[in-house]
């Protein structure tokens, strides 16, 4: 067995450290380490030894960010997926983290449960148009579609938007 040095154990501690707090992908754990000044070898190095403990694993942290944004959060498809591109998640990855995450609650019923949850006791046609815009604003930042939003403020039958809460 190859002799490591010091240097490996101390960016070994430090990913643990960084895994601890909470589950990373690949790349926020490479970042990390390279800001603190280890060379690039070693930090392949290391993660190669991560993925190997099986403490590192891409498709595994997707699929719980994607799903504690949607079920937890409830974001929007295009905010989990700008999420998940941000720390390095490749598109394929992140479409089948999403997908599974909609197995649980679909994107119109996050919407819904975010509306319903402004809407408090009021009707959607209660509402004027400022009130209408910030609502819009505030799910478009979520990440829900502008379509979709749209549909759903401009539905006047209470009922449809009421029942899709649960999916």
Request: hydrophobic letters at 40%; a positive charge; proline letters at 3%.
């Amino acid at each position: 067995m190859e002799e490591r040095p010091p240097s490996f154990d101390r960016a070994l501690r430090m990913a643990y450290r960084l895994l601890a707090a909470r589950a990373r992908s690949s790349q926020e754990v490479r970042a990390r380490l390279l800001q603190k000044g280890f060379e690039r070898p070693l930090v392949d190095e290391v993660l190669a030894n991560l993925r190997h403990l099986d403490y590192l694993d891409d498709k595994d942290f997707a699929r719980q960010w994607a799903r504690h944004l949607a079920v937890n959060r409830l974001s929007g498809d295009i905010r989990i997926a700008a999420d998940l591109r941000e720390k390095g998640i490749p598109t394929t990855l992140a479409q089948a983290a999403i997908a599974r995450a909609r197995e649980e609650i679909t994107q119109r019923g996050a919407a819904a449960k975010l509306l319903k949850k402004h809407l408090g006791d009021r009707k959607i046609t209660d509402l004027d148009m400022k009130e209408k815009r910030r609502i819009f604003q505030h799910l478009m930042g979520k990440g829900f579609p502008g379509a979709l939003i749209r549909e759903m403020l401009h539905h006047t039958d209470e009922e449809s938007v009421h029942d899709d809460d649960g999916q």
